[in-house]
């Protein structure tokens, strides 16, 4: 079984631009959440989307946003890229019920933005 | 609120040696509780969970966690090192089930094991 792929797998930005990043689940996973993990801020918890809803977003501002297919594949997006916003970006996938809480992680898409 | 706390930045142990990454939680109603292990540039690997039931959890690569109700902690554990085991641990904690926001992770501990 296939885990959860996340592309690109390393990026590098200037400030301003924006960037789109993908996340494609487990088969069969219909929860998908993001996560910013800095090494000041630890993990933070991005937003998450079941069946193409957003379901809850954390604080971050509305440069951040995101979406999900009906697919499940997910893409987050971010808009007007400030340093601040480098980071390791992680997907997760999960079942919606049944398994409790057991997140599914990709590899990654490190943004670097100078 | 419920939080998670890992009160050690980092942990050496020597290879062979026995091993404890400390978690202590605060939750309110019967906590789900999740280890998860990285390594350098890779996403988070599950470990292992408790939900309810013997409180010693064993789980991925020999090790194990115990939830203690009475001290609010889940320490995860492992008899004997192995270098391989070097790598950034994170406890988290939710209020039973629920959706993967409600999910927190501790700040992490990263283990050092030396040959």
């Known amino acids: 079984k296939a885990g959860v792929t996340q592309t690109p797998r390393y990026l590098i930005k200037t400030r301003g631009q924006q960037v789109t990043l993908s996340c494609s689940p487990i088969?069969?996973?219909?929860?998908v959440s993001w996560y910013q993990q800095t090494p000041g801020q630890g993990l933070q918890f991005l937003f998450e989307?079941?069946?193409?809803?957003?379901?809850n977003k954390g604080n971050f501002p509305g440069r951040f946003s995101g979406r999900q297919f009906s697919n499940s594949r997910s893409e987050m997006n971010v808009s007007t890229l400030e340093l601040g916003d480098s980071a390791l970006y992680l997907c997760?996938?999960?079942?919606?019920?049944?398994?409790?809480?057991?997140?599914?992680f990709g590899e990654g898409s490190r943004l670097t933005v100078l | 609120a419920q939080s998670v706390a890992q009160p050690e930045d980092q942990v050496n142990v020597a290879e062979g040696n026995p091993l404890t990454v400390k978690c202590t939680y605060s939750?309110?109603?019967?906590?789900?509780l999740f280890w998860y292990v990285q390594y350098p540039n890779r996403g988070l690997q599950f470990l292992l969970k408790?939900?309810?039931?013997?409180?010693l959890v064993k789980g991925s690569y020999g090790f194990e966690a115990e939830f203690n109700k009475s001290q609010t902690s889940f320490h995860l554990k492992k008899p004997s090192a192995l270098v391989s085991d070097s790598a950034l641990y994170f406890c988290?904690?939710?209020?039973?089930?629920?959706?993967?926001?409600?999910?927190?992770f501790g700040s992490g501990t990263r283990l050092s094991i030396r040959p």
């Open positions: 997760a996938s999960s079942l919606p019920s049944g398994e409790a809480g057991e997140l599914f």
């Open positions: 088969s069969g996973h219909r929860s």
């Open positions: 989307y079941f069946s193409e809803t957003q379901r």
């Open positions: 939750v309110s109603g019967n906590p789900y």
């Open positions: 408790y939900i309810t039931g013997d409180n």
């Open positions: 988290a904690v939710s209020a039973g089930y629920s959706s993967a926001s409600k999910i927190i």
